[in-house]
């Protein structure tokens, strides 16, 4: 059986981290499961925690007037599900629903950020993991919005 | 020395009749043809290649085939209705008479990368030019790695060859289908495509990768494929451009220094890397 140090750093986002650096991430997780159906987030809610999905799937929702929930986003095993909590004022955006019956870590995130503030290498470390998390997001976030499909060509 | 020419053999300007056996709806603007000669041998064709086609009276346009290659007794066509001429070939009935010519073009290079894993990254109807490549492959399984379909569509209900995916995943395509977006209702994958190439764990040394659609999304695929370590001169992409005459002659196709229906439509993507970095070319 794994240990949570194992199940983090088999995640892309925590790649290459030290030992160290692994074993103080784990020690503000936690193994969850969630049946499908549940929300992991809720948007305006504190957003006090995050997740890596080890497996299932879990939908980024917004919920539209006359239009019921819109699926942004699916994110899939090896995905980290939020960023919120990184970020002033720590509030969901945006609907985080599982699709199917999931297992995730669920990381603590006032206490990683507490980790980060006396650790400023970790936390440097966890802000350009996130970063690039954000950039590839942001990037497919374009390619969705340019609605390639919708045109001629 | 004059050479003698047959001058009563047709020219490939010269448009062959065929008539629409079959038609079926595939989306709301996508039609598919299933098309016989009238009087000429079935057309022959390698995968990528395109034939230009014509309801007549509604002008001509270059639709690529669609078709299983090792069957090539029917000429088959999918078609997105987005124009007159696209319109009037997409309303031909069974029975009704359309001009073909060609095929036209060079092909996907299918038959040259025997023993690599395949990639194949489709947008829209681009995933009908790679149909015939995937028909190809799936037929010589056994003298391929990986056979891989990346798949993304605007909305589920513009999905292409629905009915064809889990068949072609039985029969060893691993498939990676994802939509822009959908309601609660759709339970696979949404996002774009390009988020595909990731969950795909690509072996980058041994991938050769083909990949048609918009050309916005092929280069963001090419981007994403780069990440995971597959070089440019092992990427295929199929390019569109304003074909007219189907055989190099009339140049509205330039693409730099080629004409795409004559070099093309196939292209290695690190031959295309330069001319797509001058804008407006």
Redesign the interface.
């Known amino acids: 059986m794994q240990t949570l140090d194992q199940l983090i750093a088999e995640s892309?986002v925590f790649a290459r981290l030290a030992p160290a650096q692994l074993q103080l991430i784990a020690g503000c997780a936690r193994n969850e499961r969630i049946e499908a159906g549940h929300y992991l987030l809720r948007e305006g809610q504190p957003a006090d925690r995050f997740f890596l999905i080890r497996n299932g799937a879990v939908?980024l929702?917004v919920q539209a007037p006359g239009?019921?929930?819109?699926?942004?986003?699916?994110l899939?095993p090896g995905d980290v599900v939020g960023w919120s909590w990184l970020f002033h004022p720590y509030r969901w955006q945006l609907d985080g629903r599982a699709?199917e019956p999931s297992a995730l870590v669920a990381f603590d995130g006032a206490c990683l950020r507490g980790k980060c503030d006396a650790d400023h290498e970790l936390g440097y470390q966890l802000m350009t993991r996130f970063a690039a998390n954000l950039v590839?997001r942001l990037?497919?976030t374009r390619?969705?919005l340019?609605?390639?499909?919708?045109?001629?060509? | 020395m004059v050479m003698p020419v047959d001058v009563t053999a047709p020219g490939p300007m010269v448009p062959e009749p065929f008539v629409v056996m079959r038609r079926r709806r595939d989306t709301a603007d996508t039609w598919t043809l299933e098309l016989e000669p009238c009087s000429s041998d079935p057309l022959s064709f390698a995968p990528g290649q395109f034939t230009m086609l014509s309801a007549g009276g509604a002008g001509e346009v270059p639709i690529s085939i669609s078709g299983d290659p090792d069957d090539p007794a029917r000429l088959v066509h999918t078609v997105?209705s987005?124009?007159l001429a696209t319109q009037a070939i997409c309303e031909a009935a069974p029975g009704r008479k359309l001009a073909v010519r060609g095929p036209f073009g060079e092909p996907w290079p299918v038959a040259e990368v025997e023993g690599a894993d395949v990639v194949i990254a489709a947008?829209?109807?681009g995933l009908a030019p790679l149909r015939p490549a995937i028909l190809w492959l799936l037929a010589r399984r056994e003298r391929f790695g990986r056979l891989v379909l990346l798949y993304?569509?605007?909305t589920p209900d513009?999905i292409l060859c629905a009915d064809e995916l889990a068949s072609w995943s039985e029969r060893g395509l691993e498939v990676h289908l994802?939509v822009?977006?959908?309601?609660?209702e759709?339970?696979?994958?949404?996002?774009?495509v390009?988020?595909l190439v990731?969950?795909a764990r690509l072996t980058a040394g041994s991938t050769v990768a083909i990949t048609c659609?918009?050309?916005?999304?092929m280069r963001?695929i090419v981007a994403a494929l780069a990440d995971c370590g597959v070089r440019s001169d092992r990427i295929y992409a199929s390019m569109?451009r304003n074909m007219q005459c189907g055989i190099g002659h009339c140049g509205h196709c330039q693409l730099g220094p080629s004409l795409v229906c004559r070099d093309g439509p196939v292209y290695r993507w690190s031959e295309l890397e330069p001319w797509l970095a001058i804008p407006q070319l």
């Open positions: 892309p939908a929702e239009r019921g929930a819109i699926v942004i986003e699916t899939h699709r590839q990037q497919a390619l969705q340019l609605d390639v499909y919708g045109h001629a060509g | 997105r987005v124009g947008g829209g109807i993304g569509a605007r513009q994802t822009d977006s959908a309601g609660p759709w339970l696979g994958h949404v996002g774009v390009t988020r990731r969950r659609g918009p050309e916005v999304m963001f569109e």
